[in-house]
């Protein structure tokens, strides 16, 4: 097999987050519950996930690290936390479902700022036009369909010259490229646990650097007698029981990002997108790809569905994604709303020969 849907989920994981997982089964029980051995040991792996989270994204206060079940959940919370009747919210025209749809459950007006794929620049000028007034602004650090890495902290800046608060969406950015609380000054951050972070499926992170509120209401193994949620972090975003064998694989997903670094992580990514650019020269194949670009490559062939391609590849080995990859506004953006795209991602644990031989079935498909 031939995995290359990384930006989905990273399927190959460094082996000591499976081993992580397992022990954390046998050994222990759930935080905040009780004072014998498996309940403090939890704590204990639940707290140091939090530290080298906060470690890795430059936070001050682990405390400030809530775990979430997915980037989904991190987003409805920070949106949640900040709408208000009539909100005008601003968000970048390469946002996934996670971001439109509850920012449109809530009733917020939406205004979508920056369409100009691969163009820094251009994005960077809409939301400069478009922020004054806004209630909030919510921007992906890296879009999820074409890797196309926006200008977070040029847009930051201007977030706080208007004092619009801002929610970054670095689902596809978190491990890969430098993500920095302290200097983005975001009131929300929020990320999943399993994909460049190479942790289990069920785990994410927000980073709460604003005023959050409970989208859950429930046990949190602390302050039990009131019939509200603790007013302090992390017990008020974080109700009822932890996925804490998830929380151990994330843990150990977290010390391998901060081993290796992401720049030597999106070097390689890069490396691998550099093989695949080459490789389908001369193939017909519609490449979407620009300067501000990370290990994602999106293509369309014009005589063939993305659809029955995929299918194909999959038959012989080779994991990708098509379709509209559950961000139909980056779509619209790239004009690719009518055909969607197929969608190759790689990580760490793909290699050139891989990549090589991904390209040459694909040629001999089309």
Do not use: W
């Not at 009780?34 to 470690?55: I, L």
């Not at 971001?99 to 917020?108: E, F, I, N, Q, W």
Request: proline share 5%; net charge neutral; charged share 20%.
């Amino acid at each position: 097999m031939i995995y290359l849907d990384n930006a989905a989920t990273t399927l190959i994981k460094p082996p000591q987050v499976e081993r992580a997982v397992r022990e954390a089964m046998r050994s222990c029980a759930s935080p905040g519950r009780g004072g014998h051995a498996p309940a403090m040991r939890a704590a204990e792996t639940v707290y140091a996930c939090r530290e080298e989270a906060a470690a890795l994204f430059n936070l001050s206060e682990p405390e400030r690290v809530i775990f979430t079940m997915n980037a989904t959940h991190g987003l409805n919370i920070a949106i949640k936390s900040l709408v208000r009747p009539g909100a005008r919210a601003v968000m970048s025209g390469f946002e996934h479902n996670s971001v439109s749809r509850p920012l449109a459950a809530s009733g917020a007006e939406l205004v979508v700022a920056g369409r100009q794929l691969f163009d820094g620049e251009a994005v960077l000028e809409d939301f400069r036009k478009k922020l004054p007034g806004a209630s909030l602004a919510v921007c992906t650090h890296v879009s999820n369909v074409f890797g196309f890495i926006l200008p977070i902290y040029e847009i930051a800046e201007l977030c706080r010259k208007y004092s619009v608060p801002l929610i970054v969406d670095a689902s596809q950015s978190a491990g890969i490229l430098d993500v920095d609380a302290a200097r983005l000054g975001a009131a929300f951050i929020a990320m999943p646990g399993h994909k460049a972070l190479f942790g289990p499926q069920g785990t994410g992170i927000l980073l709460c650097c604003g005023e959050g509120k409970p989208l859950m209401h429930g046990g949190s193994g602390s302050d039990s007698i009131p019939q509200h949620m603790p007013d302090y972090l992390p017990d008020m975003l974080e109700a009822g029981t932890h996925n804490v064998c998830g929380i151990a694989g994330l843990l150990e997903g977290i010390k391998y990002v901060r081993r290796k670094g992401t720049g030597n992580i999106l070097a390689h990514e890069r490396s691998m997108l550099g093989i695949m650019k080459r490789s389908l020269e001369g193939s017909g194949l519609e490449l979407f790809t620009g300067e501000e670009q990370c290990g994602v490559l999106s293509l369309r062939c014009p005589e063939r569905d993305c659809e029955s391609i995929a299918l194909r590849l999959a038959q012989m080995g080779v994991c990708v994604r098509s379709g509209l990859h559950c961000a139909p506004t980056a779509h619209e953006s790239a004009g690719t709303i009518e055909s969607g795209t197929l969608r190759f991602s790689f990580s760490p644990f793909v290699n050139a020969a891989q990549v090589k031989t991904a390209c040459g079935l694909l040629r001999k498909i089309i």
